[in-house]
């Protein structure tokens, strides 16, 4: 019996070790808010430090070329989740306190469709898909949530809106309200309580799969750090919040790295639009990307993209083949072999892309970027060189206006396009040069899919305010 016991050790440390190579892989995605193309150490970020953000992108993959669907909060969110423009699933701009509606029953999340496999689930942070108890996480596949139900500006305490704009602003856990009124003292707390609940569902998940999503309420005005990093970086105050996340970030991948996690999850780092100018310097940098937050140019919906999944994704390599955030849903679904919903969704599998496949091309023939009112602004070739900007008004900031300090932001003006405008985005990433008359027949290919879009989804700058491909939200 002796002899047989170092065998019988063997043979469970053989079948422990191809259980865990059979395990489907952990997934981590981490959402910033608000945070710009160049606001991190390995985009381009300067005056302070991020090195575990920039770790990550040099133990992973860097992205350059990653878009959201939308450049505002509700929208951007609701692609991520769902695989879906969101216009198709009826979610526009940002969701208010007094919203009725929400992310409809019938839509599958990335939550759910992890479900299928088995998967530990947990929302942390800022939800902004519906605040009413119908439209939370825990409805959509979440087994857990802890966060705020929209932004941190949606508050009492807002200093440029109205007396009485807002309610309270509360904390909800799982499908109640754990704190009904968040107050700025809390709101300094909110990195920290995220980071901590989300090791906290590592750990108590190791022996299983897990979904983490992280979805940070910074750096998303206003703007507050703890006392750790308060007047840290030497850059102000957005500094010290780029410095806190960056912290929050290494306090997840030590974690896996302590529960022996790290070689099997799959790390994802991006956030939900560009930064949001008008706030000066509370607001983060897209920098060489035209204007921000709230627009279809490529400050507003190119944003930092990070993966990481040692064995699988190359370490210290770059891509700047196009993705966008609706392609994850079905890139995950093909990797863990999961069913795709029976519905019509908008991202396609980009695995040969994620991991660095020799000649990996985007498998999209172009996308389109709606913004406001189901407007279509613009569309860009699958590979991401061509960028069509179709008539439409923009906000900008002017060049010779005043600058944002200490919080408050200044006004933007308005820009009309008139006319098409196609620009060569790898050879002009700063969407400087109209090359539209040199160059008529990428115009009339990308106005073609324009009709197409126009036809599914609708256009309401032409009037067309519903497409035959679009679903309700929920109510």
Not at 357 to 385: C, I, M, T, V, W
Not at 428 to 436: L, P, R
Request: hydrophobic fraction near 35%; proline fraction near 7%; glycine fraction near 10%.
């Amino acid at each position: 019996m002796r002899r047989l016991l170092p065998l019988l050790s063997s043979l469970l440390a053989l079948t422990s070790s191809f259980a865990a190579e059979k395990r489907d892989p952990n997934i981590v995605i981490i959402f910033m808010d608000d945070m710009g193309y160049a606001d991190v150490g390995c985009f381009g970020a300067q005056g302070y430090q991020t090195p575990n953000i920039d770790r990550l992108a040099a133990e992973g993959r860097k992205f350059t070329n990653f878009h959201v669907a939308q450049p505002v909060c509700s929208a951007s969110r609701c692609a991520l989740l769902t695989g879906c423009y969101p216009n198709r699933v009826g979610i526009h701009g940002a969701l208010g306190p007094s919203a009725k509606h929400g992310i409809n029953a019938d839509e599958m999340t990335l939550a759910e469709l992890v479900k299928q496999k088995g998967y530990a689930t947990a929302a942390v942070g800022k939800w902004h898909l519906g605040s009413l108890p119908q439209f939370l996480p825990v409805k959509h596949g979440f087994d857990e949530y802890y966060g705020i139900p929209y932004s941190n500006d949606m508050w009492p305490y807002h200093p440029q809106a109205k007396p009485g704009a807002y309610p309270k602003l509360p904390m909800v856990e799982n499908d109640h309200v754990a704190d009904e009124e968040i107050t700025p003292e809390d709101q300094t707390r909110l990195t920290t309580d995220y980071t901590t609940r989300g090791v906290k569902f590592i750990e108590k998940n190791k022996d299983k799969p897990f979904f983490l999503y992280l979805a940070h309420s910074m750096v998303h005005v206003p703007l507050f750090v703890s006392d750790k990093f308060k007047g840290k970086s030497g850059k102000g105050l957005f500094g010290d919040v780029m410095m806190e996340v960056d912290w929050s970030v290494g306090q997840i991948m030590d974690t896996l790295k302590k529960n022996g996690l790290e070689d099997n999850t799959w790390v994802i780092f991006t956030s939900d639009n560009g930064p949001w100018l008008s706030y000066g310097d509370h607001a983060g940098s897209a920098g060489p990307l035209r204007e921000g937050k709230g627009t279809c140019w490529e400050g507003g919906t190119r944003v930092t993209g990070i993966m990481k999944w040692p064995g699988k994704i190359p370490a210290g390599s770059t891509t700047d083949t196009m993705m966008m955030t609706i392609d994850l849903l079905p890139t995950i679904a093909h990797v863990i072999d999961a069913k795709l919903p029976d519905h019509k969704i908008d991202g396609l599998n980009c695995w040969p892309v994620v991991s660095g496949g020799p000649d990996a091309k985007n498998p999209h023939d172009f996308y389109a970027f709606y913004y406001e009112n189901n407007q279509l602004q613009a569309l860009s070739s699958g590979d991401g060189r061509w960028k069509l900007h179709l008539p439409h008004s923009y906000r900008s900031l002017p060049a010779d206006g005043p600058k944002a300090t200490g919080g408050k932001p200044v006004l933007y003006k308005q820009v009309k396009i008139e006319q098409p405008e196609l620009y060569d985005i790898y050879a002009d990433i700063s969407e400087s040069k109209n090359v539209a008359a040199q160059h008529p027949d990428v115009v009339a290919k990308l106005e073609m899919h324009a009709e197409a879009m126009r036809s599914e989804l609708g256009d309401s700058l032409m009037k067309m305010p519903k497409g035959t491909g679009t679903r309700e939200a929920g109510k």
